[in-house]
């Protein structure tokens, strides 16, 4: 079930950053920008970070990507005009190359790799007890720090997209 | 069943590759992208990666400091998304254009 | 091991029961809710359909999925189709982490009232409330239509900025109980102070109840903070372009997060499925409850107003009574009594707290006018976040005072 979970979500995310990357209108790439955070939050569940993931989605699915969408339809951005025009054989054949390349490059790379152990589902788990204990005792001087960080980008957003009378 | 592929533990390398795919495709749309909220969402498609990067390493350690350190990524990149959208917008105020190639001089 | 025994099994059988019952809810809370606005605006409601409008949800479902199902040519197809279902999945998954009583054993197998106990499961329920703001925002771009932009940007605006003094309200019981699934929270409840004040959240937390519930009209997008959607503001709002299905989609999603939002403060607030009073005096309350309404429908039922009711009220009598009896015999015969009465009494109480809500939400409904957007926002704003962020410190003071 592991491997399987892992290969499914993975493809899923990678198949949602090629959709970013490629896709002309924002939107389409925001919703799939969305689509990578969903399945990264299955692998770090999967990883034993059950908090970050519900923090993934929360914060970053949920908010950060919300104000994305907002920012999309309020500017009414279009598509985007592509400029160069390439041939249908590069597109296609050109991107299954490089992708076998790739693919044969991290094979190789992968093999000189020393030998990691394997992931199993609940061998570690990072409860909300043990990331808010180290969070609130070894990290609290960065916690401080981000908070007055945050307050800064606060302040800073609302004066930059007032209106100026 | 152990006996089964689809069931034995995954390596861990394989979330550091598809760490180093995201973040790939993350510059590769950075460098490409021309409007500049694509632009925006490839940074934040980058941290991403660097997220999976330390939760993968944080389960190898068997330490809960990884997640801190991806809790602290996440809520930097709310507040840069925050301030990079007010700027945005701004520009978009000043110049009618979201086409990063078209905000080429000081002056307009 | 049998194969009923299988935890598979026991889940898809749950899966099952769950998913009926909530679809049946869900249904038949738009005839209570249209019940109760009728009453309390002195009129009768739904009356013909069948007996007093009981199966109106069911002539509604048929008109809906009968309708002609169009799609605008201006809209881009993909979302708008992926709205509604976005929407509508979300607003049914939450029911996932509900426990809607305690563990119960039916014949060889033990297993609790819930689909899943997720050690995260308020942050659960928090992240799938979050991304159900996207239904409404993409619902509204969608369309292709200034309206319903301007109404999905208005929801979804107004959505995000609630979620923040609903998760503070959440994070108050939290630190009471220190626990952040909802078994553990339930089973914090348990217990009465001087032997008959049960010891609910609420009554440490009441401005935290108060704050979520207000929240909690806010989220689900009811009155009085229904700008977005309203009919006559905002032409129907985000929804203005959806018809047949894809609307009955959007009306579902509201009405399972207004489920949603009241079974999360039942259980965060409320206790759950603890009874009010210590157990032995408590069993007899359902049997008191349905006896009572029993008597009242055959009374009335005795000289009706309306020539129908003739046949409908004693009937009605007759069910009630026939549920009393049900309670009545689970609690006193021992053959039934380990397997049935703790589904049974867990299932009056839950199901009970949360119809109460329930009828606050639509009572409010009948009752205020609604806010206008600004007013609305500021509100969240300069009102409930700090009263909130208040309710958070002088919990968390308490519970550090009070702490070794």
């Not at chain 2, 760490?19 to 500049?36: E, Q, T, Y």
Request: hydrophobic residues 55%.
């Amino acid at each position: 079930m592991t491997a399987l979970i892992f290969i499914i979500f993975a493809g899923i995310a990678v198949f949602c950053g090629i959709n970013l990357v490629v896709q002309t209108h924002p939107i389409a790439s925001a919703l799939s920008l969305i689509g990578v955070m969903g399945s990264l939050a299955v692998l770090y569940l999967q990883l034993g970070g059950e908090f970050i993931a519900a923090a993934q989605v929360i914060v970053y699915a949920g908010a950060i990507m919300v104000l994305f969408v907002f920012v999309i339809m309020l500017l009414n951005a279009g598509a985007e005009a592509t400029t160069f025009q390439v041939s249908r054989f590069v597109k296609y054949f050109g991107v299954l190359l490089l992708a076998a390349f790739l693919g044969l490059i991290s094979f190789i790379i992968q093999g000189a790799l020393p030998k990691t152990e394997g992931v199993v589902f609940g061998a570690y788990t990072g409860t909300a007890l043990d990331v808010g204990r180290k969070l609130f005792t070894s990290y609290l001087l960065p916690f401080e720090v981000t908070s007055i960080l945050i307050l800064i980008a606060i302040v800073g957003a609302i004066v930059l997209a007032r209106k100026e009378i | 069943m152990p006996a089964n592929p689809l069931n034995s533990p995954v390596p861990l390398n394989w979330y550091l590759i598809l760490s180093a795919i995201l973040f790939a495709l993350g510059v590769a749309g950075f460098i490409f992208r021309r409007n500049i909220i694509t632009v925006f969402m490839s940074i934040e498609l980058m941290l991403n990666a660097v997220n999976l990067s330390f939760i993968a390493f944080s389960y190898q350690f068997r330490q809960v400091d990884g997640h801190i350190y991806s809790f602290f990524v996440m809520v930097v990149a709310a507040a840069e998304a925050a301030v990079g959208l007010a700027i945005i917008l701004t520009v978009f105020k000043n110049r009618a254009t979201l086409m990063i190639d078209e905000v080429n001089s000081m002056k307009y | 091991m049998s194969i009923l025994e299988n935890f598979y099994i026991i889940s898809l059988i749950k899966v099952a029961i769950v998913a009926f019952i909530l679809l049946t809810t869900l249904a038949y809370l738009q005839w209570i809710e249209r019940k109760v606005i009728a009453h309390v605006q002195l009129r009768v409601g739904p009356y013909r359909v069948g007996p007093h409008g009981l199966l109106q949800p069911l002539a509604d479902v048929v008109k809906l999925i009968t309708k002609e199902g169009l799609m605008p040519s201006h809209v881009n197809k993909l979302f708008y189709l992926l709205a509604p279902f976005v929407a509508v999945t979300l607003a049914l998954i939450s029911i996932a982490v509900i426990p809607f009583g305690p563990e119960i054993s039916i014949g060889p197998v033990r297993t609790w009232m819930q689909l899943t106990d997720l050690r995260i499961g308020v942050l659960f329920v928090l992240a799938v409330s979050s991304i159900g703001v996207y239904g409404v925002a993409l619902g509204g771009w969608a369309s292709n239509n200034k309206y319903s932009l301007l109404g999905g940007l208005r929801s979804s605006a107004q959505m995000i900025s609630y979620e923040l003094p609903l998760g503070l309200a959440v994070a108050a019981p939290l630190l009471l109980a220190n626990t952040l699934s909802f078994r553990e929270m339930v089973n914090y409840q348990s217990g009465y102070w001087l032997g008959f004040i049960p010891r609910w959240n609420v009554i440490p937390e009441i401005l935290g109840f108060i704050v979520f519930m207000i929240a909690g009209f806010a989220e689900t997008n009811r009155v009085p903070f229904d700008l977005p959607e309203a009919e006559n503001e905002l032409v129907a709002g985000f929804h203005t372009e959806y018809s047949s299905m894809t609307f009955a989609a959007f009306f579902m999603a509201e009405y399972a997060n207004m489920v949603t939002v009241t079974a999360v403060a039942t259980l965060l607030f409320l206790g759950g499925w603890q009874p009010l009073f210590p157990e032995p005096y408590s069993d007899v309350i359902p049997i008191l409850v349905f006896l009572l309404g029993g008597l009242v429908s055959l009374y009335h039922g005795m000289n009706p107003a309306r020539r129908k009711d003739k046949f409908t009220l004693p009937a009605a009598g007759l069910v009630f009574l026939g549920i009393a009896a049900i309670f009545a015999l689970s609690v006193v015969a021992p053959p039934l009594q380990d397997t049935l009465k703790p589904i049974l009494l867990a299932l009056f109480w839950f199901c009970g707290k949360i119809l109460v809500l329930l009828f606050i939400f639509i009572w409010v409904r009948a009752t205020l006018p609604r806010f206008r957007y600004d007013q609305l926002m500021r509100f969240a704003w300069t009102g409930l976040f700090p009263l909130s962020m208040v309710n958070l410190l002088v919990t968390s003071l308490v519970v550090a005072l009070t702490s070794k």
